[in-house]
């Protein structure tokens, strides 16, 4: 079973603070994922990686940065969190080739004041 | 660009009832389908995807979904529902490329009562 594991779990801050989000897979997937969730919006890709070192752009990621430094860490990082940035936000991983199943995180919910 | 729409947000059934959730998709080239599922609190868990094949996949906890490419469908359908298949249900496409990136619907929340 692969294990996505996120923290922290819950985090509170105010506008114009600084967030990093952190994910950690231990299944030797190559490929890593950031989403927010939103009510009536679905999942959401922020960012992407298919390796150490490596950082594909999603479809909203405007305002957040991410970095992934191993294979098994991806860091989702808001320098200047805004309201609008409130939300439920995923990790998931994958072996990447299209199609393959994504394995979740827990999830962090982000609450910016 | 690929989307992916699930038109019914709510859906209540009773225990024991059947249930179909439905997705349909857009999408030029070739795809995967797949349904997530995810319980309150939780993170999204696989159920079952379609690339090629026969178009009807099985599931786990008896589920199934069907491909239909003259409806660009994918629906998902239980025979007999149980309280605890109480979770939202994305329905998601991903090209057939190397990112494995996914794209999802917005969900549809089943609510099954006793």
């Known amino acids: 079973e692969a294990a996505v594991t996120q923290s922290p779990r819950n985090k509170v801050t105010v506008t114009g603070g600084n967030v990093t989000l952190s994910c950690r897979q231990t299944n030797s997937h190559n490929y890593m994922y950031w989403y927010r969730q939103d009510t009536g919006h679905g999942l959401r890709l922020i960012h992407y990686s298919y390796g150490a070192g490596n950082l594909q752009i999603g479809d909203v990621p405007d305002g957040y940065k991410a970095t992934r430094t191993t294979q098994e860490d991806f860091f989702l990082l808001l320098e200047l969190a805004s309201p609008s940035q409130t939300s439920l936000y995923f990790c998931?991983?994958?072996?990447?080739?299209?199609?393959?199943?994504?394995?979740f995180g827990p999830g962090t919910r982000l609450l910016v004041l | 660009t690929q989307t992916v729409s699930q038109s019914d947000a709510h859906v209540t059934v009773f225990e024991g009832d059947s249930v179909e959730l439905r997705c349909n998709y857009s999408?030029?080239?070739?795809?995967?389908l797949s349904w997530y599922i995810q319980h309150h609190g939780h993170g999204l868990q696989f159920l079952l995807k379609?690339?090629?094949?026969?178009?009807v996949v099985q599931g786990v906890n008896g589920f199934e979904a069907e491909f239909s490419k003259s409806d660009s469908s994918f629906h998902l359908r239980k025979a007999s529902v149980h309280w605890s298949d109480s979770a939202v249900y994305f329905c998601?496409?991903?090209?057939?490329?190397?990112?494995?990136?996914?794209?999802f619907g917005d969900g549809t929340v089943l609510t099954v009562k006793p």
């Open positions: 998931a991983s994958s072996e990447g080739t299209g199609g393959d199943t994504q394995y």
């Open positions: 999408y030029g080239g070739s795809i995967y």
């Open positions: 379609y690339y090629s094949g026969n178009p």
């Open positions: 998601a496409v991903s090209a057939h490329t190397n990112t494995g990136k996914l794209t």
